[in-house]
């Protein structure tokens, strides 16, 4: 069983869940992406409110912090508690979106473009998510603040560990502090840029979700707010190691990971995740069916096509071929996804020709409309006895198996909305069938996008091409239902034949005024249910949100254990002595390069170690930094010891020798539980510590 079809079992419970539990515009299932962009406005808005009272200097950054959240808890406190639980429900909301995507298989093919551009927005939501918490400056800013340099300085690309910056407290800087305020600043900047490219492929993105459901997530999340404000711990202590650590799981889950399996694992399952996803959409390759084609002998350059297409697919070019139409369509064939919902769309799709094979201005190469019409005919041959409907079905909707039934022909399309509106009309005004039904996904999660949007607009006559007035509307039915609801499917088909039961028999061209709007035949659940439903899933988003954002606390430290901080930064002896050159070795030299001093700059690596009671803690040598290895070396390390009275022993080599050390320093130490004692090193006064 692939993972895929493992995702696809709890999304098909939770599609067919909302689906029924919420009216079509307030699932929020359908609409993550855009709940994500909504969530992204809060925490953006929040957060330029929250700058105004916020100071960057390390300083006064807990103070400020507190007296927004205390001070004016009504608006500034409620403002912080929303860029918290907004740019939690952000991760949640991502990461639900990009599992239900890759659960619906949306990625492959000619798909890759906004899964590929979707992966960066991940990271950026967790840079600007880290990098918020660092600014607070409280005892979880100071763990975060050490873990994640501590997971930089893997990375060979400074020249000395940063994590220097935070070995104590009198090491923390203003300057790094405003770095961290400057990139949780550009991050989102840079996010809010990749969100546009992440849909640019998408004509008619949806960006806002329904203004109700937005205008309830938003009083939810004021709730929580109210009742669970965003809280400071005590101001970060260097001096001290918080033993623990109340965690947002949502943002900071990596952080355990470092304690418990070190910096290169976490390292190499990030990046090993990160590979993996962006490798998604090529495994294993999908190719998308061909493309759309234009057949420029029946394109008119209505445009059509061009309005319609969900994907931005085509454009409109100037006409090439001499025919009297300023324009015609021309499909990027990169970007098309053979949805069909252009052929739907083209005026020119029209089965009521007399040639057997008919062309129309746009078609796919795979599903051509004269094959189409030739199944309609057969299919509604094999139709017997009252109520016959063809149903139409999406290609990715609901499994259709359990309407087979006598008086029952199904017909699959890649969309509904490919079925020109004509071809009903042909079924219905012919008499090939009693009724129509055209089967799609729930409403407004069209595996296309946009195929039910442009199948109800047509055939109610409110977009072009329009279902022609003299077909009854009784006759036509659309079934919008989740993909995996094939129960509800079967229903709404019986409930559609039961209707055309009712109805005189069918007859040849019947003229008709234009009856109200098609709908569907929907049976929601009772409203009392559907409000317990609200409540229930609002209530354990708020709940999960309000909970992981703090708890459970993460254990860094025993009740009686202390840390060791080594940290140091000595330039070492040079390998070779300097020593003047002599006559010979000058002459040698070309004029320019004549001086008068040798000094090869290349120096020893230091070693340090460290012994407890007599017992090594720590052995490492130390490669000089520089490109000429003549810059100094650095260590930092931090080790977990017991409390209490104990010799520590430090010694240092820095001149090559083979054997003894160049400095040794006996240190007794008697230490606090979550003491953090900081041995450091003076060329001019040896080892030092506090
Ligand atoms: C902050 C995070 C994100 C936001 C706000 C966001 C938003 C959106 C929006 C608004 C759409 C268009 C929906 C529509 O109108 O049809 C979309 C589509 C999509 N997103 Fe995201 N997205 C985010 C993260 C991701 C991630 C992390 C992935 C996967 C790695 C992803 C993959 C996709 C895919 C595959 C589609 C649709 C593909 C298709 O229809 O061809 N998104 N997203
Ligand atoms: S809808 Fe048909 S006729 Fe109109 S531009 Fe597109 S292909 Fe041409
Ligand atoms: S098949 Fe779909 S994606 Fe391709 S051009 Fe037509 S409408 Fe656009």
Redesign the pocket.
Known sequence: MSLRSLLRAPFDWLDRLCARAFPPDWNPMVQL??I??FM?WIVAVSGVYLYIFFDTGIRGTWQSVEAITRNQWWAGGVMRSLHRYASDA?VV??LL??LR?WSMD??RGN?WF??AT??P??LF?YVCGITGYWLVWDLRAQYVAVQTTALLDLLPIFGEPIGRNFVDQASVSDRFFTLMAFIHIAAPLL?LLF?WI??AR?A????NPARGLGVVMLLVLVALSLAHPALSGPPADLDRIPPTVALDWFYLPAFPLIDRWGGAAVWALSLGLLAL?LLMPWLPPRRTPPAARVDLANCNGCARCFADCP?GAITMAPRSDGRPYAQEALVNADQC?ACGLCTGSCPTATPMRSAPDFFAGIELPDRPLSALRLEMQQAAARLSGDARVIVIACGSGADIAGCAAEGVATIRLPCVAMLPPSFIDYVVSRGLADGVLLAGCAPGDCYH?LGDRWTEERIEGKRDPWLRERVPRERVAVSWVARADSRRRAADVAAFRARLRTLPAIARGIRHGLAPATRAIRRSWPKPLQWTAWVALFGALAFGTGALASWPAWRVLGPEQAVISLSLRHVAKTRIECKPLTPEELIKLKPNMRRQVGCPRERWPVYVELLRDGQPLYQGEHAPAGLWNDGPSTVLERIVVPQGLQTLTVRLRDSGRKAGFDYEQEIPADLAAAQNFVIEFRADRGFVYH
Not at 204 to 207: C, D, F, G, L, N
């Open positions: 992406g855009a994500g962009w992204f952000l909301l991502a979106h990009m995507e949306r990625m798909h906004a899964w979707g992966v927005l991940l939501v996010m969100m992440h849909i998408h008619r993105a949806r960006t996803l994907f996804m996008r």
